[in-house]
């Protein structure tokens, strides 16, 4: 079985840094592309970084790029997402997601998540 | 505001067909890139119901479906059940943004 769990989350003060962590198992982590995908409080899901199998390339989207830096370890079947220079729009529960698609791009897509690691930016 | 624009709420009778629009552009749905259908139950996590346009994941019912025209794609669900009562947001890959984008999502009502 499938299982993705993401830690990591907690009470962070404005221009602070976290480390989230997901913990993947029931699956071959280093064949596939990992993600996180963003829910704010009563909003809808943003992507916010990929990372292909392998480790060679990592995307971000505007607004983390040069705050987040997305990583993985295949030996421990983990992905990271080090996140610095929080803002209070960074608050959201953060999903750890699998595509399955074996490529990046045009057909990228998510059908494992995990069940969220909630990060609240506040002063 | 989303890269990608679904309508906010949509409504049906139990029993009914309902169909959810996503409304993309030229540089993601319009390019012709997938586009994936997902439903999030309230306080659950986002659940893959729709992948490459019209292909369900085992366990999904066939009264899912997804079709993609020009820049815009549809979810149908026919024969509405309480329990498909969800939020459903569309997702694609953006050449400009060079990454996912979803859409904003359409909370689902059964009456």
């Known amino acids: 079985e499938v299982q993705l769990v993401e830690s990591g989350g907690g009470l962070v003060k404005p221009g602070g840094s976290l480390r989230l962590s997901c913990a993947a198992s029931?699956?071959?982590?280093?064949?596939?592309?990992m993600n996180w995908v963003r829910q704010a409080p009563g909003k809808g899901l943003e992507w916010v970084s990929s990372?292909?199998?392998?480790?060679?390339?990592?995307y971000y989207t505007d607004s983390v790029r040069g705050r987040f830096i997305i990583s993985r370890d295949n030996a421990k079947n983990s992905l990271y997402l080090q996140m610095n220079s929080l803002r209070a729009e960074d608050t959201a529960v953060y999903y750890c997601?699998?595509?399955?698609?074996?490529?990046?791009?045009?057909?990228?897509?998510?059908?494992?998540w995990g069940q969220g690691t909630l990060v609240t930016v506040s002063s | 505001q989303s890269v990608l624009t679904q309508p906010p709420s949509v409504s049906g009778a139990p029993g009914q067909r309902v169909t959810l629009s996503c409304t993309g552009s030229?540089?993601?749905?319009?390019?012709?890139?997938?586009v994936h259908w997902y439903q999030q139950l309230p306080g659950t996590a986002p659940k893959l119901l729709i992948y490459g346009d019209n292909n369900r994941p085992s366990g999904v019912p066939d009264r899912f479906s997804g079709s993609k025209s020009g820049t815009s794609a549809s979810l149908a669900i026919t024969g509405l059940q309480a329990e498909d009562e969800a939020d459903y947001y569309c997702?694609?890959?953006?050449?400009?943004?060079?990454?996912?984008?979803f859409g904003g999502g359409t909370k689902l009502t059964v009456l």
């Open positions: 990372i292909r199998s392998s480790s060679s390339h990592m």
């Open positions: 997601a699998r595509d399955p698609s074996g490529s990046y791009g045009q057909t990228s897509y998510f059908d494992y």
């Open positions: 997702q694609s890959y953006d050449s400009s943004l060079i990454g996912s984008v």
């Open positions: 030229s540089s993601n749905i319009g390019t012709g890139y997938d």
């Open positions: 029931g699956f071959t982590f280093s064949s596939y592309n």
